[in-house]
């Protein structure tokens, strides 16, 4: 069993900071690429930032500049630093990772339960 658990989420003013994180527990051998996606009623979800194990990141246009993906290896955890928050940043956040399970030698793709960030004008 394998499962990714977010924190963080809130309620904030526009030009504030919120930080995520999300952790991931359960029997995993190795962990390869972890992220952070948006979604919003009656849109799809969008790709905010994604991080490989080595440290390479990939971050959204949108929040180029203001959000900051990072995470602990050993905590197996993936943070999401959002700074400069605007109200169109308001969202549930989803954590995302590439773990190879101790029981599957493939990777299977992992989804956590989503906290809402809402940013008010």
């Known amino acids: 069993q394998v499962q990714l658990v977010e924190s963080g989420g809130g309620l904030v003013q526009a030009g504030g900071s919120l930080r995520l994180s999300c952790a991931a527990s359960g029997n995993i051998l190795s962990i390869n690429r972890m992220g952070w996606y948006r979604q919003v009623p009656g849109k799809q979800r969008e790709l905010v930032a994604t991080?490989?194990?080595?440290?390479?990141?990939d971050t959204s246009d949108s929040v180029k500049g203001r959000f900051t993906i990072s995470r602990d290896n050993g905590k197996n955890t993936v943070y999401l630093q959002m700074n400069s928050l605007k109200p169109e940043d308001t969202a549930v956040y989803y954590c995302?990772?590439?773990?190879?399970?101790?029981?599957?030698?493939?990777?299977?793709?992992?989804w956590g339960q989503g906290t809402q960030v809402t940013v008010s004008s």
């Open positions: 995302n990772a590439h773990i190879t399970p101790i029981w599957n030698r493939n990777q299977v793709e992992y």
């Open positions: 991080i490989l194990n080595g440290g390479i990141t």
